[in-house]
């Protein structure tokens, strides 16, 4: 069977159009398994920090539906890479999206930003959040109402099981603050577990910290040398910051 040139022609093109489409279709599965988390285990941690998308608003003139837009329409932002997020400063707002596939059992969780023994130091203005697959949004109580310590901030949600729901948190920092989170998603029998551990181990960091300052306070106050202050205002920084 002799092929005519316009045969050729056709199979050829027929062969580009498979291996392009196969392409594509690689890359999008590659993308979606990359873009979103996976819950798979009730006895584990899961940092959301690699697979947030990170949108800085400096005028702060976007709002939650459009961030649903841009997101739908492949305008997702910044990837993030690591468990810990440094986020924009005031006045800018930071839209934070990311989805998480429940492979559990459980439907109940706790959204943890972090200690500051974790890589968290926030104190922030406005902090939102949205499930958008339920249509949820959850308020975050505030005991001071010109901030929130995000210091031990933790959030319950609803995340059914065998389903992939999305989510948006907006976070607007204090003015003048650093800003730098370590979101994870835990059980809610995991954190409470967790969190007896961390006020043990946050309250023996303060006890050592305290034991350091009057230390060198003594070996200052002894050598009448005012060098050994410095560190005594080391350890108070950051005794300051955990407290």
Not at 101 to 123: E, M, Y
Not at 124 to 138: A, P, W
Not at 189 to 218: E, Q, W
Request: proline share 3%; aromatic share 12%.
């Amino acid at each position: 069977m002799v092929k005519t040139p316009k045969a050729s022609l056709l199979l050829t093109g027929l062969l580009a159009f498979l291996c392009l489409f196969f392409t594509l279709s690689t890359a999008s599965a590659q993308i979606t398994r990359t873009a979103r988390g996976e819950l798979f285990d009730i006895n584990t941690r899961t940092a959301v920090g690699p697979y947030i998308y990170h949108t800085i608003d400096q005028d702060n003139h976007l709002t939650y539906q459009a961030i649903i837009s841009r997101h739908e329409h492949n305008l997702r932002g910044t990837k993030q890479k690591h468990k810990i997020l440094k986020l924009a400063p005031a006045p800018a707002g930071n839209w934070l999206v990311f989805s998480l596939t429940n492979s559990t059992q459980s439907s109940q969780w706790i959204l943890d930003f972090g200690h500051s023994f974790q890589g968290r130091l926030a104190q922030v203005q406005e902090l939102h959040v949205y499930n958008h697959s339920r249509d949820e949004y959850y308020k975050i109580n505030q005991e001071n109402k010109n901030s929130i310590l995000l210091d031990g901030t933790a959030l319950p949600l609803q995340i059914t099981p065998g389903k992939t729901e999305s989510f948006v948190i907006y976070l607007q920092a204090k003015s003048g603050m650093p800003v730098t989170i370590a979101p994870v998603i835990l059980t809610q029998d995991l954190y409470m577990h967790s969190a007896k551990l961390s006020d043990l181990f946050g309250d023996l960091l303060k006890m050592l910290l305290i034991a350091f300052i009057g230390g060198f306070a003594v070996v200052s106050y002894i050598s009448k040398q005012k060098l050994y202050m410095l560190f005594c205002l080391y350890y108070g920084l950051h005794l300051f910051i955990l407290s």
